[in-house]
């Protein structure tokens, strides 16, 4: 059982700068000891594998393959990160996971499967490659949302004890069981170098060590994956069509971005990252569904209300952000008799995920996504999300 997290506290923000603090933070804490350090293709792992490198620091890099992860422009994500990090184990658990969640309804369970599955095969990897310490992408917004506290009122290193006083001190009631903050692993201690940073900062970070720009632009993506975008119990052939279609989604955005800024996401004048997510949402009959939704930080579970009429970006949104009663509001695209599946097409732009305002695309693109989605057997109704965080979360449930 680990007795410790060590996290890097109010380092200088400047690449440069924050690579030497950061190596010195970890060679004071892991020289000499093997680091066990999970990949999840995100940017906050990866910077968190990065500053190991430059640190010189031994570690075993791991990215779990429990099938559920999303493709992207047709590459599976166990192939994109081995490109990215050859050095990278794979561990394939889809057999041994795939059958567990399968058919599992509860979104709470479906995360807390997810959860027992990464610890598990990580503790596994840990034993067997004998590592003393864990390395973690938990960032700023993860340790504020959680203890309700700064990041400059935590101490360097900090015992597990400390930490649930703390938190019990400032509960103001989670959204979501979401951060890993509880789990326990059989190290010494984890340690946590890009903990003081926020999403822009990690990714000036990847920018500045070289990473390819479509890394260090990446969009964030849930822990339990494509089971957080399908509504209901996932099985083999929803798991399939949402890829499919999620795939549809964000690459046509990435392109469109690509195409008229250079890059697959701009700071928007607000600061947000523009879009922070781009995704489909897949279920059946998804207006008899209730999903969350945000009131008073509190979460919600209402069913989501459909409206059609003229596309007209700002009175729609307006409309959605004022909605009562509903989770939230989507603009109907195409309605249908035929086909299985209901999409709902959902980006957003956000600072930090804990808001989040719906990205302003233009309708040409919405309807190019939906005559591409249509293109897919099974489709049925299709949806544009107008909601943004509160009164509606980011994901579906
Ligand atoms: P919501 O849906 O609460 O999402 O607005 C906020 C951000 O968190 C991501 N998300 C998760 N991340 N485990 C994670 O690691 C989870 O269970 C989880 N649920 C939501 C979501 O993609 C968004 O960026």
């Keep these: 059982m680990f007795m410790l997290n060590h996290r890097l506290i109010d380092p200088p923000r400047k690449p440069q700068d924050f690579i030497k603090s950061a190596s010195e933070f970890l060679q004071r804490h892991a020289k000499g000891k093997k680091v066990f350090c999970a990949l999840s293709g995100g940017v906050d792992s990866s910077a968190t594998y990065m500053t190991l490198k430059e640190a010189d620091i031994e570690m075993i890099p791991v990215f779990i393959d429990h099938g559920l992860m999303r493709i992207i422009r047709g590459v599976e994500e166990r192939e994109y990160i081995k490109k990215i990090f050859p050095d990278v184990r794979v561990i394939d658990i889809r057999e041994d996971f ?28 840990i034993k067997e490659e004998k590592c003393d310490l864990l390395a973690d992408g938990t960032i700023l917004p993860d340790i504020e949302e959680s203890f309700g506290v700064k990041i400059t009122d935590l101490k360097e290193s900090m015992s597990l004890e400390d930490e649930r006083n703390l938190m019990e001190k400032n509960k103001k009631g989670f959204v979501k069981s979401q951060h890993n903050l509880d789990i326990e692993y059989e190290v010494e201690a984890t340690l946590q170098p890009v903990a003081s940073l926020t999403k822009p900062e990690v990714r000036d970070i990847l920018e500045y060590l070289n990473l390819p720009t479509e890394h260090v632009y990446r969009k964030a993506f849930p822990g339990p994956a494509l089971s957080a975008r399908i509504i209901g119990p996932v099985s083999m052939e929803n798991l399939a069509y949402e890829k499919k279609v999620h795939d549809i989604v964000e690459s046509t955005i990435e392109d469109y971005y690509l195409e008229n800024h250079g890059k697959t996401m701009i700071i928007n004048d607000k600061g947000e990252q523009e879009p922070f997510q781009a995704f489909a949402v897949t279920t059946t009959d998804i207006l008899l569904r209730k999903v969350t939704g945000i009131i008073n930080g509190q979460r919600t579970y209402e069913v989501p209300l459909s409206i059609k009429g003229e596309w007209d970006f700002e009175k729609l949104t307006r409309f959605a952000s004022q909605i009562k009663g509903y989770s939230r509001a989507l603009y109907e695209l195409h309605e249908s008799h035929q086909g299985v599946y209901d999409v709902v097409i959902r980006t957003i732009n956000s600072i930090d995920a804990r808001t989040a305002s719906v990205t302003n695309l233009p309708i040409s693109l919405i309807e190019e996504i939906k005559y591409k989605l249509l293109e897919i057997h099974d489709t049925k109704n299709i949806y544009f999300d107008i909601t943004s965080k509160p009164p509606g979360t980011i994901e579906y449930v």
């Design 98 to 125: 795939l059958p567990k969640i399968l058919g599992e309804e509860d979104a709470e369970i479906k995360r807390k499967l997810f959860k027992k599955a990464y610890s598990d095969t990580i503790n596994r990897v």
